[in-house]
């Protein structure tokens, strides 16, 4: 009995350690992302140029920060897909509530 008590502390701590390092990973990779649309908005704001090659610089750069958006994301789940597998061979489970 206290073997499975063992396994299953270690699972649950294997599983909250995976999950705090994920947030973190996500928090770092949201603020980065931020802070280059800022960046961008900024320096096309800055740069001398009309109003409506402005509308058309910034247009561009959104679409192309969304498109970059979606690829994180995309690998975000595909690393959280990869370590669920990986956590439930090790622990030999294959249910993870």
Excluded: H, W, Y
């Amino acid at each position: 009995m206290k073997i499975l008590s063992s396994i299953n502390k270690t699972k649950t701590s294997i599983q909250t350690k995976k999950t705090k390092e994920m947030t973190t990973n996500g928090k770092i990779i949201g603020a980065l992302l931020v802070g280059a649309a800022a960046g961008a908005v900024l320096g096309l704001l800055f740069a001398p140029s009309k109003g409506s090659d402005l509308r058309q610089k910034i247009k561009d750069s959104t679409g192309d920060l969304v498109d970059e958006l979606s690829d994180k994301i995309k690998e975000g789940k595909d690393a959280l897909s990869g370590l669920k597998e990986r956590v439930m061979s090790e622990t030999g489970n294959n249910k993870m509530s």
